[in-house]
């Protein structure tokens, strides 16, 4: 019985250890079959290559069971450090490759008070390199209305930061120092999109301060949904388990690889701490909105041009449409504001009426039923400007389907 199961333990820890070198070769594991991201510039494109992860090795340890019974196998690192399982050997591999990665932003603000008063504010957070440029991925809401932003490196240097992006409706910020690049280690993209429930991951950040604390835990769930500082909705949010406190807002949420798949940005809490319940904005929602603002400092998000709709049982009653809008340009019709003669007692006058009896009813988008705003609203925000949809509308009670080109607006 001994016997069978170091055998297990030494099957095991090869296989591990086959997956380790595979990282640092390069080649993507089996799992889920996920390429790594190509070189971000172009983000996905990270042309920097990871550290190298320490290949253990495993190793048989005499006496090394506690319990008795004889020699037990560990994976020894190349400092000399044995790991006793595999998942210790996990995250001692991934903290040495990611944590120089992680920065912490320091903030300080201006807030008006009573009798032409103003008191400073100091606030804290974490935030990733990702490029050897001086860029920096952050929360919208860790540099909000902040006066200064001075960000500090895992050696200890600080440098001024200056904003060059940000998109609070979905809570991201792009951030850049002039720090020589030898000091900057960027941390690897990942891809959000085969994330699985159980799967085990890591959170590196600056709890109250506390430089590079990294917990663990896994991904409770997927597809949940916050609201941002500009009461918007933030989809496809990551849920996990692992310890996220103050100041960890910003940091990187990384996989067993030590791929960035998201940025921890909220905990769910009634007390301020935590309470086993945190989110984080998934990679590939970071990975569409940085170039943006990169390149123009804003989101550019698709419209489609209706201003207001009423949700009814039946679908989405349309109110309002953007003048010259691509939902108004296609032929979707709204409401219509008409002057009727009213009487009253002997009096005749004009007053304005909202006629709703025109309305298109809005009950499918792309092949996807339509009842709630949010139902549109999911569907647009995954296409891009000048992408079509094709909505199912009913007038008049017939069903017909709408093409519509969604036009650009700033975010």
Not at 70 to 98: C, H, K, R, W
Not at 122 to 147: C, M, P, R, W
Not at 234 to 241: C, G, H, L
Request: glycine letters at 12%.
């Amino acid at each position: 019985m001994r016997n069978a199961i170091a055998t297990g333990l030494i099957l095991f820890a090869g296989f591990f250890c086959g997956s380790l070198f595979r990282m640092n070769a390069g080649v993507p594991s089996a799992v889920g079959q996920t390429p790594p991201p190509p070189p971000p510039r172009d983000l996905g494109d990270n042309n920097i290559q990871p550290s190298a992860l320490a290949i253990a090795q495993p190793i048989q340890i005499p006496n090394g069971n506690p319990a008795g019974g004889g020699p037990m196998q560990g994976l020894l690192f190349p400092d000399g450090f044995i790991a006793m399982t595999s998942e210790e050997a996990i995250n001692v591999s991934v903290y040495d490759q990611t944590n120089r990665s992680v920065v912490n932003i320091a903030t300080r603000s201006i807030r008006p008070e009573a009798f032409m008063m103003a008191s400073e504010i100091e606030g804290n957070g974490s935030g990733s390199v990702f490029d050897q440029q001086g860029h920096i991925l952050t929360n919208y809401h860790v540099i909000e209305g902040a006066k200064d932003i001075n960000v500090t490196l895992f050696n200890g240097d600080s440098f001024p930061a200056e904003l060059v992006g940000q998109d609070p409706d979905n809570d991201i910020a792009v951030l850049k120092i002039a720090a020589p690049e030898t000091q900057l280690f960027p941390v690897v993209w990942g891809d959000s999109s085969n994330l699985r429930v159980g799967q085990h991951i890591i959170a590196i950040g600056n709890p109250f301060g506390l430089e590079r604390t990294m917990s663990t835990g896994i991904i409770s769930s997927l597809n949940r949904q916050i609201t941002s500082k500009t009461r918007r909705t933030i989809r496809s949010i990551i849920q996990i388990d692992a310890a996220l406190n103050q100041g960890n807002s910003g940091g990187p949420l990384l996989s067993s690889r030590g791929e960035l798949i998201g940025m921890n940005t909220a905990i769910a809490t009634r007390s301020g701490d935590n309470a086993g319940i945190g989110f984080a904005i998934p990679i590939n929602t970071i990975r569409r909105v940085v170039p943006q603002l990169l390149a123009t400092g804003r989101a550019q998000r698709p419209t489609i041009g209706i201003m207001q709709v009423f949700e009814t049982d039946k679908g989405l009653l349309v109110v309002n449409l953007t003048p010259n809008g691509p939902a108004e340009r296609a032929g979707l019709r709204g409401s219509k504001l008409e002057r009727r003669k009213v009487r009253r007692g002997v009096l005749t006058i004009e007053q304005e009426v909202v006629d709703h009896g025109q309305s298109d009813l809005i009950v499918g988008i792309d092949g996807q039923k339509v009842t709630k705003s949010d139902d549109l609203l999911s569907v647009i925000e995954m296409r891009k400007s000048g992408d079509q949809v094709v909505l199912n509308v009913v007038r008049d009670g017939k069903v017909f389907q709408l093409p519509v080109i969604l036009g650009s607006s700033d975010g």
